[in-house]
Nanobody, 121 residues
Framework: QVQLVESGGGLVQAGGSLRLSCAAS????????MGWYRQAPGKQRELVAS???????NYADSVKGRFTISRDNAKNTVYLQMNSLKPEDTAVYYC???????????????WGQGTQVTVSS
């Protein structure tokens, strides 16, 4: 069993910063790519940022220069540092990870429960 738990969401004013964390636990042999997605009301879920095990990153154009994704492989944790937040960043943010389990199954995608980020104007 593998679980991903996000934390760090909340309410901030436009221009502020927030740091999200996502910790994976369970029967994990290794984690490949990890990423952050978000979904705003009435919109489809979209990729915000992703990071490979060796640290290669990818960002949505809308967040480049403002958000930074990073990971700590020893802790099975991925982070999303969000700066210069805008009201349009308001969404539920979801962590995901490609996991190879100890039983050799995988890679399989796992998702966290989501954390709400609200940016007021």
């Amino acid at each position: 069993q593998v679980q991903l738990v996000e934390s760090g969401g909340g309410l901030v004013q436009a221009g502020g910063s927030l740091r999200l964390s996502c910790a994976a636990s369970g029967s994990i042999f290794s984690i490949l790519a990890m990423g952050w997605y978000r979904q705003a009301p009435g919109k489809q879920r979209e990729l915000v940022a992703s990071i490979t095990r060796d640290g290669s990153t990818n960002y949505a154009d809308s967040v480049k220069g403002r958000f930074t994704i990073s990971r700590d492989n020893a802790k099975n944790t991925v982070y999303l540092q969000m700066n210069s937040l805008k009201p349009e960043d308001t969404a539920v943010y979801y962590c995901n990870a490609g996991v190879i389990r100890f039983d050799g199954r995988g890679p399989s995608l796992y998702w966290g429960q989501g954390t709400q980020v609200t940016v007021s104007s």
